[in-house]
């Protein structure tokens, strides 16, 4: 789990959010006061993914929407690739 220095990748577990009506990445369960984004990310709603993936560990490549925001304040990730991890 975690991004890289530029926040053009992240790898984490997916989870999809009633409330929000989105899914979101966490990478990051226990993430320091420094992290702007507080460990977790929405993704955007173009993004096709099922309720089997829910809990799965992923990567995802892209970049940050500079207008669509979260119900947290936080912009939302545009993805441009995402990959399975093998966890084992």
Do not use: C
């Amino acid at each position: 789990m975690g991004h890289d220095p530029n926040y053009n990748w992240f790898q984490g577990r997916l989870e999809y959010v009633a409330a929000d009506r989105a899914w979101h990445l966490t990478y990051d369960n226990t993430p320091t006061a420094a992290d702007q984004l507080g460990g977790d990310i929405s993704l955007s709603s173009d993004v096709k993914l099922e309720p089997r993936h829910n809990g799965a560990v992923v990567r995802v490549s892209g970049k940050f929407d500079d207008v669509k925001l979260d119900r947290l304040g936080k912009p939302v990730f545009r993805v441009s690739r995402i990959e399975a991890v093998n966890t084992r």
